[in-house]
């Protein structure tokens, strides 16, 4: 809907990414990715669950996250 102009309600598309709320809006099949990369990667490091998901939200979206 958003390719073809039309407006969705709290999304918006930039770079051809879709945004939620101005968030990247994850694809499900690279979700494991984006967890496994703020899990293991030298930048965030391993800090609990909890904070994995803190870090995730503040720049992307996916339902359930």
Known sequence: MLVDGKKVPNFHLQDAS???????????NERVNMIWEAHYSHVARYFGV???VVVLKKYFYWPKL
């Open 18 to 28: 879709v945004c939620y709320l101005g968030h990247l809006c994850v694809a499900s």
């Open 50 to 52: 909890e904070k994995i």
